[in-house]
């Protein structure tokens, strides 16, 4: 493995993207990866701290939206929607918002995927062959 300088890190391209059709659309949808920045502002967004402890603000279909808005791109890469939007999405196909939110929750280990290390990356397994 090479040894990493400021540039090429600054150059990676360094969040997963997934495309996710979503019929009751009618296309397709890219999630990403949430940056430091965007999971930043996704926290403060969606959650509050309330006797010690980590409490989800508002409906699971508002904390969809709130994902949801964080980590959907258009084809340029720029976000697909903005916080404004989230009183808009919570009124779209309950079956929609949990099928795109479900891959942004996967892809930044949220959730049931929190502690999901190996499940769907490609680790070889101790005989050397590659499991998924």
């Not at 493995?1 to 969040?15: G, H, T, V, Y």
């Not at 990866?33 to 699971?60: I, N, P």
């Not at 999405?89 to 949990?98: E, H, Q, T």
Request: hydrophobic share 40%.
């Amino acid at each position: 493995m090479s040894k990493l300088n400021r540039e090429s890190i600054l150059a990676a391209q360094d969040c997963i993207t997934e495309t996710v059709p979503v019929p009751e659309w009618g296309g397709e949808i890219t999630v990403t990866e949430m940056t430091g920045e965007q999971s930043s502002r996704f926290w403060d967004e969606a959650f509050t701290h309330e006797g010690g402890r980590t409490v989800r603000k508002g409906t699971a279909a508002e904390f969809a939206a709130a994902l949801i808005v964080a980590t959907t791109q258009d084809e340029d890469g720029l976000p697909l929607f903005l916080p404004s939007d989230i009183p808009a999405l919570v009124r779209k196909s309950d079956r929609a918002l949990n099928r795109v939110s479900d891959v942004a929750l996967r892809l930044n280990k949220m959730g049931r995927y929190a502690n999901d290390t190996v499940k769907n990356s490609a680790a070889p397994a101790p005989d050397g062959s590659l499991t998924a």
